[in-house]
């Protein structure tokens, strides 16, 4: 690594505020800052001039914390040595986001893109939290390539509604099943979701946002220990000081993303998700930051990372939420026992200068109900199993959440373990799943697949979260609470449903579900890895020449932008023009005037 002092490479702020041979724009750019109290001593000084890519606002609840965590990382910067500068970046609010939140991942990542390479910073601090926040960050980091380091703003504190534990997003989808079976009114409804969300923070299961700041650990690109922290505590304003702190020592070593990522880096955080039970949609954020990065993530990486055992109990997956794995020692006792049995790659730099493996020294955890060990886990599987067939090229089903009830009825069967056949009910969207769900005339029975098309990347537009079809209320008042669900679209990463989803190409895209009709019989081989419409050729043929369902017009520019450049899930859903933008910040811009 560079050193300090005259092996240090010349900052990139000195282009702006120390150019000899453009004194007049060193004035431009000088003269503005002064209107907030800078000096042009400051400024001037050879310090490193920080960014903090501010997400919270109010826009933003979920990461909101930071509109407090920001001035301990203003302290670390300071204290160490450099000077900061705090912007906003694209808000996202997962929840309240409509058509979907998707949406505004690629549109994140381009601003703050756009911001990394055009200002003045030598480095930044990476603020994030809500499930989008933080691929969109590590993304844009990657394309610039300056010193970047990931704050998270930690989750909830757990949540309680009479006496039982309640972790929000998984509450939300079994009270739904409750209404439908008559066993809760709409106002306990309303109680129970509440409940889930007691403080400031992220999701306080193992849903994305949890899922996703726990990868930019695996990945070296936050602190040890800094992702579990839940918001409120002591220890997340000290990680926020040091993160600052830490910040300036990287730009002194020249530590760049392009320095810490590798292809181990993502394959360790692919085995991450694995053993924490991790949400679906990792499966398009990790292989969107590695094509960022330069790198390709295949199904057979997530293939072989199905193998790694589940070891982390905790909703919904498990039983438990993120306090209790804090206390457990999150991340880094995950990491520690995926190093013990060879899972994970030690020699993978973090974004403390020293390997994973010198970071994890003494990691182990005390609490085994908890986090578990591999050779006595709470499933063999804990990863995605990855599918393919005539209906799709790539899809994925997270087989931790599979209940014992769903196994008996579908993966059980003497002589066809893992294997069974459906009858496909087809939904073009998810209005028209709303609408005729309980529609009496389709014989929705436990014979069924519920599919649900037009909701990927282009077809939505953004992928939406929609796959966790829930079954009819009559079945649900049976007590039959879920049905095999197949779709194009995503889920959220608090489900607790075993769907086949994320699933490309997608309809809108030519893919398979564009001519599965209802009636159609689908066999789903979990053995082989197959997921198959019993459909003659001929007839697929037929069906073709009559064309693809009808795709909902674009509502805005971005809309219709953003389906212009996605690709499909399999790939990550990027903007496919601009993985070839890698360590655009080693060039400076010229100047503006």
């Known amino acids: 690594m560079a050193g300090r002092g005259e092996d240090r490479p010349r900052l990139r702020s000195r282009a702006w505020f120390d150019d000899p041979g453009r004194i007049d724009m060193t004035a431009l750019y000088l003269e503005r800052w002064m209107n907030q109290g800078i000096t042009p001593d400051e400024l001037r000084s050879g310090r490193p001039i920080i960014g903090i890519a501010q997400s919270g606002s109010d826009l933003s609840p979920c990461n ?3 509109l407090d965590l920001v001035n301990r990382v203003r302290d670390g910067i300071r204290d160490s040595g450099g000077v900061p500068l705090v912007f906003p970046t694209h808000p996202i609010a997962e929840n309240c986001r409509r058509p979907t939140a998707a949406l505004d991942r690629n549109l994140a990542y381009m601003t703050l893109v756009e911001l990394l390479h055009g200002y003045p910073f030598d480095g930044v601090v990476l603020t994030t939290g809500c499930d989008k926040t933080t691929p969109s960050a590590i993304m844009a980091a990657s394309t610039v390539d300056i010193p970047a380091i990931v704050l998270s703003g930690g989750p909830m504190l757990d949540g309680w509604h009479d ?40 999701c306080n299961t193992m849903g994305t946002a949890s899922t996703m700041n726990a990868v930019a650990e695996a990945l070296g690109l936050s602190l040890p220990g ?51 039970g991790g949400s679906t949609n990792a499966q398009p954020h990790i292989n969107a930051m590695a094509r960022h990065a330069g790198y390709k993530i295949k199904s057979e990486d997530w293939q072989k990372a199905w193998d790694v055992p589940l070891i982390v109990n905790m909703q919904p997956a498990g039983a438990y939420l993120g306090e209790r794995f804090h206390r457990a020692g999150g991340v880094p006792a995950v990491l520690f026992e995926l190093l013990r049995t060879n899972r994970i790659d030690g020699t993978a730099l973090a974004c403390t200068g020293k390997t994973i493996a010198e970071g994890l020294a003494g990691k182990e955890s005390r609490d085994r109900e908890m986090i578990l060990t591999p050779e006595e886990p709470l499933a063999t ?150 997921c198959d419409a019993l459909v003659a050729p001929e007839e697929i043929c037929r069906r073709l020449s009559a064309g693809s369902p009808e795709i909902r017009e674009s509502e805005t520019p971005w809309q219709e932008m953003f389906r212009q450049t996605v690709g499909q899930m399999e790939d990550g859903a990027v903007m496919e023009f601009a993985v070839k933008y890698r360590g655009v910040g080693a060039k400076v811009p010229r100047h503006n005037h």
């Not at 939300?172 to 209404?179: K, V």
């Not at 992702?227 to 300036?248: D, H, K, L, N, W």
């Not at 959440?401 to 059980?412: A, G, N, P, Q, T």
Request: glycine share 12%; charged share 20%.
């Open 64 to 66: 909101r914390i930071h």
């Open 381 to 530: 599987h804990g990863g995605f199993r990855v599918l393919t067939g005539n209906l799709f090229d790539f899809g994925i089903m997270k087989t931790s959440v599979i209940s014992d009830r769903f196994r008996k009825s579908y993966l059980s069967q003497p002589g066809q373990e893992g294997i069974f056949e459906v009858r496909a009910i087809v939904f073009d969207g998810s209005d028209d799943y709303h609408e005729r769900i309980n529609d009496p005339t389709l014989q929705i029975d436990e014979s069924c697949i519920l599919v649900i098309r037009g909701a990927g990347p282009i077809g939505w537009p953004g992928s939406a979260e929609v796959v966790n079809l829930q079954p009819p209320d009559a079945l649900i008042q049976k007590g039959i609470m879920s049905l095999p669900t197949l779709g194009d679209g995503r889920q959220s990463g608090t489900a607790d449903s075993p769907s086949i989803l994320n699933v490309s190409p997608e309809s809108a895209a030519g893919g398979g579900l564009a001519w599965l009709r209802t009636g159609d019989t689908i066999r789903v081989d979990l053995n082989s890895g197959r």
């Open 163 to 202: 006496g039982e534990l309640v972790g929000s997003g998984t509450v939300i989808w079994r009270s739904r099943r409750l209404l439908a079976a008559g066993e809760i009114d709409d106002e306990t409804f309303i109680s129970r979701a509440t409940a889930s969300a007691p403080s400031a923070g992220h």
């Open 226 to 276: 800094c992702a579990a922290i839940p918001a409120p505590y002591r220890e997340r304003g000290q990680m926020a000081y040091a993160t600052g702190s830490r910040i300036v020592e990287m730009v002194a070593e020249d530590l760049r993303p392009s320095r810490i990522l590798s292809r181990s880096s993502f394959l360790n955080a692919i085995a991450l998700v694995s053993a924490c």
